[in-house]
């Protein structure tokens, strides 16, 4: 386990250059959001996320996080990434798209 800091700062500062260019929130899209770390940190910068995970007990923590801090626009919806890429996702729908060690996981699953 390590420290998610680092990585936050970096893609907060990428989140806030993008959202000044553009004048408004970013919509957000989470791939493999574990336990929503990265998606309620930039809904308390103004984000609007929409975050998937594979895992019912991390949709849990996710949602009881977020429960507890109704002000931030983001949800959490259980399922697999290419389901809900293909079925739920349209293009130009996001601004921003994270998926932070969860490919190798899809590759492994699927091959390269």
């Given at each position: 386990?390590?420290?998610?800091?680092?990585?936050?700062?970096?893609?907060?500062?990428?989140?806030?250059?993008?959202?000044?260019?553009?004048?408004?929130?970013?919509?957000?899209?989470?791939?493999?959001?574990?336990?929503?770390?990265?998606?309620?940190?930039?809904?308390?910068?103004?984000?609007?996320?929409?975050?998937?995970?594979?895992?019912?007990?991390?949709?849990?923590?996710?949602?009881?996080?977020?429960?507890?801090?109704?002000?931030l626009k983001v949800e959490f919806f259980l399922g697999s990434i290419e389901?809900?890429?293909?079925?739920?996702?349209?293009?130009?729908?996001?601004?921003?798209?994270?998926?932070?060690?969860?490919?190798?996981?899809?590759?492994?699953?699927?091959?390269?």
């Amino acid at each position: 386990s390590r420290s998610c800091l680092d990585r936050l700062e970096k893609i907060s500062s990428v989140y806030n250059y993008i959202s000044e260019e553009k004048g408004r929130p970013l919509k957000v899209l989470d791939l493999g959001c574990a336990q929503g770390f990265f998606s309620l940190n930039l809904a308390e910068l103004g984000a609007i996320v929409t975050a998937i995970d594979y895992s019912q007990p991390n949709i849990d923590v996710c949602n009881k996080l977020a429960s507890e801090n109704n002000n931030l626009k983001v949800e959490f919806f259980l399922g697999s990434i290419e389901t809900v890429i293909n079925e739920r996702v349209m293009e130009g729908e996001f601004d921003l798209v994270l998926g932070l060690s969860v490919f190798h996981h899809l590759v492994y699953e699927h091959g390269a």
